[in-house]
C-alpha cells in the first residue's frame, strides 16, 4: 500500500511544526494539525513486542511520523498567494503589483516551509519519488476591459497576462531558496518540479529559466540517491532486514503508543 499511493503534503502541515509568521502570511492553511507527534524528533522507538511508542506529548493529529515515513510516494502541494491580503495582483502587462512583490520577496525570504519539509522527509528511508506542484491564486487589475471591443483579443491579452504573472510569482518562489534545502537529500529516487498555474496548462509553459531551473533540481537531487546507491550498495537491504530492539528510555516521561 506505501509504496502505491502517493501521500500529499501541504505548506500548513508543514507550518504546524514551527512558530513562524512569515509562513503564516505566505502560504494558506498554516495551522492545519496533522501530526500525532512532532516528525522533526524523529519517528518514535521500537519496542520488542513489535509496537510503537514516543517519548513526546502527543500534538492533537491523527498522522504517525513513523507512517508517515514508511510512503514511496510523496507530493508537497504549494499555492502561492498574499494569504490573508488575497491573490497575487498583476497589471495587464502581467507585471506583480509592487507592494504584493515586496511582501512576497520579505516573506518567503524568511519562510521556513522547505526546511522543515526536508527533515521530515529525511525520515524517510526511500522515496520512490518526490514531486513539488506550484499553483498560483492570482487576480488581474487595472486591465481596462472598454478599451478592446473584440471578445477574443481580450481573452487572449488577458490569459498572456495573468500568466506572464503568474511565471514571475512562481520565479520570485524559487528565486527566495525556498525549496534549496530539498537539494541535500539522498533518499529520493525520482523528482518532479510542476507549475500548473491558471491559464497555463503546460509543466513550464515557454519560459526557459523556470525549465531549467526544475531541471537542475531533478538532476541533483536524483544524481544523489544514485551516488548513495554506488557508495552503499547494500546499506537499504541491510537496514530493511534488520530487527532494531530498543530499550525503554531513562526518562521519566511515560511512552504515547499509536494504535497499530
Not at 481596462?144 to 481580450?154: L, P, V
Request: hydrophobic fraction near 35%; include cysteine; charge should be neutral.
Amino acid at each position: 500500500m506505501y509504496s502505491e499511493l502517493k501521500i500529499i503534503v501541504w505548506p500548513g502541515d508543514v507550518q504546524s511544526l514551527t512558530a513562524n509568521k512569515a509562513n503564516e502570511l505566505v502560504f494558506r492553511d498554516a495551522y492545519c494539525q496533522i501530526w500525532r507527534h512532532d516528525p522533526l524528533l524523529g519517528t518514535g522507538h521500537s519496542h520488542k513486542n513489535g509496537s510503537r511508542f514516543y517519548y513526546t506529548q502527543p500534538m492533537g493529529g491523527f498522522m504517525e511520523p513513523h507512517i508517515f515515513a514508511r510512503f514511496k510516494k510523496v507530493e508537497l502541494s504549494v499555492v502561492i498567494d498574499g494569504a490573508w491580503r488575497g491573490p497575487v495582483r498583476y497589471n495587464e502587462n502581467g507585471q506583480i503589483d509592487p507592494d504584493d512583490e515586496t511582501f512576497l520577496k520579505d516573506m518567503l525570504e524568511f519562510s521556513t516551509v522547505g526546511e522543515t519539509f526536508a527533515k521530515i522527509l529525511s525520515n524517510s528511508l526511500h522515496l520512490q519519488k518526490l514531486s513539488i506542484l506550484l499553483h498560483t491564486r492570482s487576480q488581474l487589475v487595472g486591465f481596462d476591459y472598454n478599451s478592446i471591443a473584440n471578445e477574443g483579443e481580450k481573452r487572449k491579452r488577458m490569459i498572456e497576462a495573468i500568466a506572464t504573472g503568474n511565471i514571475k510569482t512562481v520565479e520570485l518562489f524559487i528565486q527566495a531558496g525556498t525549496l534549496q534545502s530539498l537539494m541535500n537529500l539522498r533518499n529520493v529516487q525520482n523528482f518532479d518540479f510542476v507549475y500548473t498555474g491558471p491559464c497555463n496548462n503546460k509543466k513550464y509553459g515557454d519560459h526557459y529559466e523556470l525549465l531549467e531551473t526544475a531541471q537542475d533540481m531533478k538532476s541533483r537531487i536524483q544524481k544523489s540517491w544514485r551516488s548513495k546507491q554506488s557508495h552503499e550498495p547494500t546499506a537499504a537491504l541491510r537496514r530493511s532486514q534488520r530487527h532494531i530492539v530498543e530499550e525503554p528510555s531513562t526518562t521519566s516521561t511515560p511512552p504515547y503508543s499509536p494504535n497499530p
